[in-house]
């Protein structure tokens, strides 16, 4: 229900900021007036049609994924295509009911400011929905599978960036005799699996070892609909060059360590 | 003579397999594995079998399928988790104090496939000297996980040291999981499991540190302590045999089987193949290719492909 809240609350706003940049543009090509020449009122209408496609184009582009960090390559990306998608609405949609085209400028200072307005309100929207996510006790509270010094810094980095999935216990099929993780307890073998989903409400589960065990990992997330997860790690991938691709339909990890991370080439 | 067989493990490491079960009941050529054990303690040597609450009423039905000429009788621990468990030893020493055992102990763990004759062993002791079984492991790094034995070199029978998990073995003999405890032995039994309850292997230690001369009994038969995945399907390789065991009720149609495969009560396996794979009961099996694997029970699994894998009990894995 938080995250609901918060992402509804994350949608709304962002709707409100697409409406404000261009009306914002607006008054900074206009000037601070209700000009009678080019009339607010149609302008912003407009403005209000658009703002649902442009979300929409932006929740495609998987942006509001709290995971993911907002900084990153691919949100810049997906920002600027559906701001490009947004400004190309708004103009054609304007033309189709008005029968007008106008001020080029404006335009330009419309997807400027949608880009950079939304960028910033997303980067302190982050800061707040993680705090509001991560509080005690935590929306999505996490298993971690595994002791090994990859899940450890897993650990460290998901509670240095107070990401939602927040790690909670800690389960290891060897055995370690590590009694805590940058404090998360280390609960014990994985014959603690079921009392530990059960008793912490687990909705993540991170497998970070036991590569034999992903099977029965796996099993158990399904029939309690909790949402699994695999560190490339396990798999031996380690170079952080890999990625999830389609390969006639069917989802592939792909690892390819000397091309481009968006190269076209097989 | 009373024989004593620790079965009050948790077995956590062959999770899920042991999950709802001890490992001593895990199946292994049609019968639980504690099954094999007691048919090699001889008929007229009553068998006590320690376990856990958490097992207690699996093993009670196990004991009813015990044949009358074995006398076998339940020790129920309390400990319900692994953590409240008393330890191997300390289960001994409560059950030799609290029915004041005055007479010989055959000591067996119920989770390792001894592949000799217990009735042998048993005539290689002599009275009042603890003996002890040990197996030529030949690989130091696995020696390493267990409690190795240094013989005297002129008397190839006599212990002359015993160290319990050396990081640095000095022999691949290691001791197993049969021993006799001599009646004149149990004052030191009950000193040393008070302040290591959980140290089966120290206890030897402690004898020889106290000079107390301890026998060792050296077989080459095979041996398994099946604590792993990897030894179980072994230790099942070595009991069934190139060979496809079939339970009452279950059925294997059209899929190719090689190596050693079970196939459990009411379970069904249908085209596909199977190879070295050990099939719990009430299974579905349909168009899968399988290769050392072990499927617990209720498990449905349809055109998959799977190597080296463990189910868990109810997995349903569907290919269309």
């Known amino acids: 229900m938080r995250f609901r809240l918060t992402l509804l609350l994350w949608l709304l706003s962002d709707l409100a900021l697409f409406v404000g940049s261009y009306a914002l543009a607006y008054f900074l090509r206009i000037g601070w007036i209700f000009s009678s020449v080019f009339p607010f009122g149609p302008y912003i209408a407009v403005a209000v049609i658009v703002a649902p496609l442009w979300l ?38 304007y033309f189709f009911l008005f029968d007008l085209f106008f001020s080029r400028l404006l335009l330009i200072i419309a997807f400027a400011l949608s880009i950079l307005l939304t960028a910033l309100w997303h980067l302190i929207f982050e800061r707040i929905a993680r705090g509001i996510l991560w509080k005690n006790p935590p929306a999505f509270p996490t298993l971690i599978v595994g002791v090994t010094r990859e899940s450890m810094r897993l650990i460290e980095l998901l509670a240095k960036t107070k990401n939602p999935l927040c790690p909670v216990a800690i389960l290891d099929a060897q055995g370690t005799k590590e009694k805590e993780i940058h404090g998360i307890p280390v609960l014990g073998k994985l014959d603690k699996l079921e009392e530990t989903l059960v008793g912490l409400r687990i909705t993540h589960l991170i497998q970070c070892s036991d590569l034999e065990q992903s099977l029965n990992l796996l099993s158990a997330c399904r029939t309690r609909k909790i949402t699994y997860l695999l560190l490339p790690s396990v798999l031996g991938i380690v170079g952080r060059d890999e990625r999830i691709e389609s390969l006639e339909g069917r989802a592939v990890v792909m690892v390819r360590p000397e091309k481009g991370r968006y190269a076209l080439t097989q | 003579m009373i024989a004593f067989i620790l079965a009050g493990g948790f077995a956590t490491r062959l999770w899920p397999l042991t999950e709802k079960r001890a490992k001593p009941l895990l199946p292994l050529g049609g019968k639980p594995l504690i099954s094999l054990l007691v048919e090699k303690i001889p008929p007229e040597i009553p068998v006590v079998v320690s376990t856990n609450g958490a097992f207690a009423k699996l093993f009670e039905t196990w004991e009813d399928t015990v044949p009358l000429s074995h006398r076998v009788r339940m020790l129920i621990e309390t400990s319900e988790k692994e953590a409240q468990k008393m330890g191997a030893l300390g289960a001994l020493a409560d059950w030799v104090s609290q029915e004041r055992i005055d007479e010989d102990i055959l000591l067996l763990t119920g989770d390792n496939y001894l592949g000799f004759s217990i009735t042998h062993f048993l005539s290689t002791y002599k009275k009042g000297i603890p003996l002890l079984a040990a197996f030529d492991i030949k690989d130091p790094h696995r020696a390493s996980s267990f409690g190795t034995v240094i013989l005297e070199k002129d008397n190839p029978t006599h212990i002359a040291g015993f160290e319990e998990k050396p990081k640095e073995p000095k022999t691949t003999l290691v001791s197993t999981g049969c021993s006799v405890l001599p009646r004149e032995i149990l004052p030191v039994l009950m000193e040393f499991a008070s302040a290591h309850p959980d140290n089966v292997g ?58 050693s495969v079970t196939v459990g009560r009411g379970s069904k396996v249908e085209n596909g193949s199977l190879h070295d794979c050990i099939i719990f009961e009430d299974c579905l099996i349909e168009d899968c290719v399988l290769r050392d694997c072990i499927v617990d029970d209720r498990c449905h699994l349809k055109g998959m492909d799977l190597t080296g894998k463990m189910l868990r009990e109810g997995t349903v894995l569907e290919r269309e």
Do not use: K, M
């Not at chain 1, 942006?63 to 701001?83: D, H, M, Y």
């Not at chain 2, 020889?208 to 099946?226: G, S």
């Not at chain 2, 045999?241 to 294997?252: I, K, S, Y």
């Open chain 1, 56 to 93: 929409l184009t932006l929740i495609s582009t998987r942006t509001f994924t709290l995971t993911r960090p907002q900084a990153s390559t691919e949100n810049a990306i997906g920002l600027v295509s559906a701001c490009v998608v947004g400004v190309a609405l708004f103009a054609l949609t």
């Open chain 2, 202 to 259: 120290g206890l030897f230690e402690e004898l020889l540190r106290r000079h107390i001369p301890v026998e060792c009994f050296v077989f080459t038969q095979p041996w398994l302590d099946i604590g792993s995945f990897s030894s179980y399907l072994e230790a099942h390789r070595l009991v069934v045999g190139e060979r496809v065991l079939l339970e009452p009720g279950a059925d294997v149609d059209h899929a190719a089987c090689s190596g």
